[in-house]
């Protein structure tokens, strides 16, 4: 079934500009006006369709699927999205997914119910070719994430700078043995893909070879995402024969999980063992040993999707579909 997309991309327009189209706004030059029309009628989709495709249920309610609320970096981005939303007079609902698949898609069941009239996806379970599909219902936004599909509206920071800013740092201070910590599954690797763990590691693995160094495989810990995963990360650490010098933690949860096991076996930080978080939660200035991380703009990626979502639903133009935010070295006491 045909989507927005296919027609903006058939009329060889922007998705706002049929939006403005359906929604007869003023500034459509005619010409635009009728390759849309054109192309709406090529691919049998009809101005109605589109209208409540862009217009959404009318119910005034966007919502917001994240994998645990109790995250606190999904907190501070949910909070920063409901507050402009709220601003905007737009209603939200948050949906944990729990990182299950079919959870992700009842959310997304909401846009062909007519419940929502969007639905921000703060992290993606399924193939984007899957999700793709509901926008014939409604409009799909993207934050934290990103896919490889210019119309979709997008607004993520720039993992891989930021990772190899972080670890270029560890670098550039004079450590060689770096641990790397992902909330994933599994290290998943892709130089030819953009996405936040492809590019995180793409990173990790840029800072390293401009030093001819190689990641060690058995310096490498998976499915850590919480203070308990880190407390487990640093007693296998510990364990080690050739232990690392610094570990790069995947969040700040994480890395205030190993600076508290270190505390138990008396392991020194940073002296013994520097650690690096990542998104500069109000956590990190707190442990004991107050953490050196990797600043996310958490509150300005909630703002601008949502505004992005506000706009495109109230057929404004939205001149940058995708924004993409820088992140930085926020420089504290636990790495030396």
Partial sequence: MATISDVAKLAGVSVSTVS?????????????AALVADAMTKLGYSPLQAARQMRGSGSQTIAVTVPYITNPFFSELVAAIERTADERSYKTVIVQTFGQKSHELNALEFLKTNQVDAVIMCAIENDWDLIKQYSQYGLIGVCNEYVADPDVLMVHADQESGMYAGTKY????????????????????????????????????????????????????????????????????????????????????????????????????????????????????????????????????????????????????????????PLSVVVRQSVA
């Fill in 20 to 32: 403005r189209i359906i929604n007869n706004k003023p500034h459509v030059s005619p010409r635009k």
């Fill in 170 to 325: 560890l670098l550039n201070r004079g450590y060689r043995k770096l641990a790397f910590c992902t909330g994933q599954q599994d290290i998943r690797f892709n130089d030819n893909i953009e996405d936040l763990n492809s590019d995180r590691y793409r990173g990790y693995l840029r800072a390293l070879r401009e030093f001819d160094l190689e990641p060690s495989v058995e310096w490498q810990f998976t499915d850590v995402s919480t203070i308990a995963d880190g407390q487990r990360v640093l007693q296998r650490i510990a364990s080690m024969k050739d232990r690392p010098d610094a570990v790069i933690a995947g969040s700040d949860q994480v890395a205030a999980g190993i600076i508290a096991e270190a505390q138990t076996l008396q392991l020194k930080v940073p002296q013994e063992l520097a650690v690096l978080g990542f998104d500069d939660q109000p956590l990190s200035q707190v442990v004991a040993q107050p953490l050196t991380t990797i600043h996310q703009p958490i509150h300005e990626i909630g703002d601008a999707i949502a505004n992005m979502v506000a706009d495109e639903l109230e057929g404004d133009t939205i001149d940058t579909r995708q924004v993409i935010m």
